[in-house]
């Protein structure tokens, strides 16, 4: 067990439809990493924020946002879902920011189906 | 840009040999090199990583790497495979942080192995 947390395990959508995913990071971890694994793609980043703030984006669709709350906990918000939004995310979590040396720690995922 | 290439969809073993997973890395700057690993239905675990020092590297599940800057290659390996060693390995490269930006993880595109009895 990583100790990070995500919510739902799996979740089946519509398209066009709106969905939220949620992840808690290890206990005393500012930074959570979200990244998106499917078939075609592979893993891929789409964002980080660092103790609430929005620190680097990677290959997120503007249909898809993300916030961090005080508490840490992190919210990952995809809209106007299509099929090809079907995907495991992860979130990730490190320490710090920046250091280059920090292991990130990933949570088991959300599945997410888009029929 | 950083990357990393897994030359291996997958790598069969039988049980009780010797396994290696293949990694090679393109990077400007320090290699800081990681290996996760993912079994069915789960989410990905960390093995090890290289950031600096010796070049065997030593992690979890008995699992080592060892990191060849001249062959710009961090292959995984295992005196001893088991079944339960059967899961989707994944090479990773942190990218180089960018002003205030951290670095992400750039992944490989994984190698199945499979540890046959």
């Known amino acids: 067990d990583s100790g990070v947390t995500q919510t739902p395990k799996h979740l089946i959508t519509a398209t066009g439809q709106r969905v939220t995913l949620r992840c808690s990071p290890r206990?005393?971890?500012?930074?959570v990493y979200w990244y998106q694994q499917s078939l075609d793609q592979g893993l891929q980043f789409l964002i980080q924020?660092?103790?609430?703030?929005?620190?680097a984006k990677g290959n997120i669709l503007e249909r898809f946002s993300a916030q961090q709350f005080p508490d840490l906990h992190s919210e990952l918000n995809l809209s106007s879902l299509e099929l090809g939004d079907s995907a495991l995310y992860f979130c990730?979590?490190?320490?710090?920011?920046?250091?280059?040396?920090?292991?990130?720690?990933f949570g088991p995922g959300t599945r997410l189906t888009v029929l | 840009a950083q990357s990393v290439a897994q030359p291996e969809d997958q790598v069969n073993v039988a049980e009780g040999n010797p396994l290696t997973v293949k990694c090679t890395y393109s990077?400007?700057?320090?290699?800081?090199l990681f290996w996760y690993v993912q079994y069915p239905n789960r989410g990905l675990q960390f093995l090890l990583k290289?950031?600096?020092?010796?070049?065997l590297v030593k992690g979890s599940y008995g699992f080592e790497a060892e990191f060849n800057k001249s062959q710009t290659s961090f292959h995984l390996k295992k005196p001893s495979a088991l079944v339960s060693d059967s899961a989707l390995y994944f090479c990773?490269?942190?990218?180089?942080?960018?002003?205030?930006?951290?670095?992400?993880?750039?992944f490989g595109q994984g190698t199945e192995l499979s540890v046959k009895p």
């Open positions: 290289y950031i600096t020092g010796d070049n």
């Open positions: 924020y660092y103790n609430g703030e929005e620190r």
């Open positions: 206990s005393g971890d500012l930074s």
């Open positions: 990730a979590s490190s320490p710090r920011g920046r250091a280059s040396t920090d292991t990130q720690y």
């Open positions: 990773a490269v942190r990218d180089v942080p960018q002003g205030n930006q951290g670095g992400k993880l750039i």
């Open positions: 990077v400007s700057g320090n290699p800081y």
